[in-house]
């Protein structure tokens, strides 16, 4: 099974049903369109001025609510939970199955949000991936990951890394 490394707290966002769209400046390959894949947290700690900006948007107005493109209800406990707890690292949270790529100013206007002319996002936010059919870990699995898709390995070859 292949996997994706995606920075906190964007991975536990997924993994909640929070973020239905994992962004990117290109089309999912087709190859991996509709696999299942698996939700990998980074390494790289969160930035408390990036989870506040993200809870302030969150409970903004309309257009700074629909511009995180993410489901207010579900991702305002998550947010909560990063600033007092903290959020897995390096760690697998669960699998998702990658839908058919969207233009991302499509999926803006799904969640409300006129179009606006954003250079500054166009480089990293072109296409919206769909994270469907989401299964969340119980628990998390730490593991070390890798930049772009890489393979998931087996239990054994995990437990191996540790």
């Known amino acids: 099974m292949k996997a994706l490394t995606i920075w906190q707290p964007w ?6 049903g929070a973020k239905p769209y994992e962004f990117r400046g290109w089309r999912a390959p087709r190859v991996i369109v509709g696999e299942r894949i698996v939700i990998h947290a980074a390494a790289r700690a969160m930035k408390p001025g990036e989870i506040a900006g993200i809870l302030h ?12 493109c993410l489901h207010a209800d579900k991702a305002e406990g998550i947010l909560r939970g990063a600033i007092c707890e903290g ?3 390096a760690a697998g949270l669960g699998t998702a199955v990658i839908g058919e790529a969207r233009n991302g100013y499509d999926i803006a206007a799904e969640f409300g949000l ?14 919206g991936w769909p994270m469907l ?5 119980p628990t998390p699995i730490e593991i070390r990951g890798a930049q772009g898709f890489w393979n998931w390995p087996d239990a054994a070859s995990a437990a191996a890394q540790f």
């Open 87 to 89: 959020l897995p690292l």
């Open 57 to 68: 948007a969150l409970r903004g107005s309309d257009q700074e609510r629909a511009a995180t």
């Open 133 to 137: 059919e989401i299964e969340q870990w």
């Open 11 to 16: 991975a536990s966002l997924i993994v909640a």
């Open 114 to 127: 006129a179009r606006v002319n954003d250079s500054d996002r166009d480089a990293h936010a072109n296409w």
